[in-house]
C-alpha cells in the first residue's frame, strides 16, 4: 500500500498504518471543505460509531469529479461538535488493483490533525472506475474517538 500524503498520527484509527509525511498546503485553506465545482456528492455516512451517546458528531462525505477523473473524501463536525474537536481526520482507499483486497499497489490518502475544528481534507485520489473506501473520525474534548464511513469497511462506489 503506498501513502501518498499524509498529516499527524492516526492512533485508535483501524486500517492505517503509522507514517509521517507532512502536506504542504494546509487543508483548512479549502473554502468550506469543498473538493472542487466539478466534483459531484456520491455517498455520505453519520460520524456516530463509537458515540457514548449514539448522537452524530458530522459527517464523512464522499465526491467524484467526472472531468478531473478523481474521488475526493472530507470529514465534517456539526451542530455544537463545531469547534470543540480535539482531533479530526478523512481517509480515502483506491482498489487500484482491483481484486477488493489491501495489499500492494493500492492507494491511500489521509488527514488528520488536532488542529482541525470543523473539517479534515480534502484528500484527493485518481479513482475512475475503481472501488474506494472512505473514513472519517473525530474526537471531541475528552470522550471517545467517534468513527464513521464506508460500512464493514467495504470497498464500494466503483463507478
Not at 24 to 30: L, Y
Amino acid at each position: 500500500m503506498t501513502i501518498r500524503r499524509w498529516v499527524a498520527g492516526v492512533a485508535g484509527v483501524a486500517g492505517a498504518a503509522v507514517l509521517a509525511a507532512v502536506s504542504a498546503t494546509p487543508a483548512q485553506a479549502f473554502p468550506q471543505g469543498s473538493c472542487g465545482q466539478s466534483y459531484r456528492k456520491v455517498a455520505v455516512h453519520p460520524l456516530k460509531a463509537g458515540a457514548k451517546d449514539g448522537a452524530s458528531y458530522g459527517t464523512v462525505t464522499l465526491y467524484q469529479s467526472p472531468t478531473a477523473h478523481r474521488k475526493c473524501a472530507i470529514a465534517r463536525v456539526s451542530g455544537t461538535y463545531v469547534g470543540r474537536t480535539k482531533y479530526l481526520y478523512v481517509e480515502l482507499f483506491v482498489d487500484r488493483n482491483r481484486d477488493r483486497a489491501y495489499g500492494r499497489g493500492d492507494t491511500a490518502v489521509a488527514d488528520g490533525s488536532e488542529k482541525y475544528k470543523w473539517f479534515a481534507g480534502p484528500v484527493y485520489a485518481p479513482a475512475d472506475g475503481l472501488c474506494v473506501r472512505f473514513a472519517g473520525a473525530v474526537r471531541v474534548g475528552s470522550g471517545p474517538l467517534v468513527r464513521g464511513g464506508t460500512p464493514d469497511g467495504a470497498w464500494a462506489h466503483c463507478a
